[in-house]
């Protein structure tokens, strides 16, 4: 890679890192290249990108960046996961290729929403709801009130129903007393 070829990956690098809610390191020897495909398609699929990255460029893109504690994880080959949305999207998807592809894809280590993330820490943010899984049970709490409200008030037609059945009736038995009488 030619000089100026180095200087705008750097720099494509740092715009990554720096627009990114979350990245996830991981050493990926001794995957083939058929699960390269595979975990790349995974990450994708979820809107995430993974790239594997030059450790000397990468640190140099990393420094810039403002994240000097990711700079010593840039060492041999590394893949960078990075989420542009949901920052734990990136933990979670690394933590699954983890359990997939062990001992051949070792997360390293990472950064969450700007705060570096130690490898052992990794496990933890993975096992985070998605932004999806909150909303979701945002939606829940906020739509239980109102459901319980609905089903309540639809048990008192139903009762107030049923007492006007029951007047009628009496309405009808009374006229009936009435023509007879």
């Known amino acids: 890679m030619s000089t100026q070829g180095k200087i705008e990956e750097v720099a494509r690098l740092k715009k990554k890192f720096e627009q990114a809610a979350s990245l996830v390191l991981a050493d990926y020897r001794g995957l083939t290249a ?8 995974k990450y994708t699929k979820e809107g995430l990108e993974f790239r594997v990255v030059k450790d000397t460029l ?3 893109a990393a420094e810039e960046a403002g994240l000097k504690e990711l700079v010593d994880l840039f060492a ?3 893949g960078v996961a990075i989420g542009y949305d949901d920052p734990v999207l990136a933990f979670k998807l690394t933590e699954e290729c983890r359990v997939a592809y062990s001992p051949r894809y070792t997360p390293k280590g990472g950064v969450f929403e700007g705060v570096v993330i130690s490898q052992d820490e990794i496990k933890r943010y993975g096992a985070l709801p998605s932004r999806v899984e909150l ?3 945002l939606a829940m709490l906020l739509n239980s009130p109102m459901r319980s409200l609905a089903m309540m008030l639809k048990a008192k037609i139903r ?8 007047v009628r009736i009496k309405r ?3 006229n009936k007393e009435e023509q007879d009488g």
């Open 172 to 174: 009808e038995q009374q």
């Open 135 to 137: 909303l979701a049970k």
């Open 76 to 78: 041999g080959p590394i």
């Open 34 to 41: 058929d699960e390269m495909v595979k975990l790349r398609e």
């Open 159 to 166: 009762e107030f129903a049923a007492v006007l059945n029951e």
């Open 58 to 60: 990468a640190r140099i």
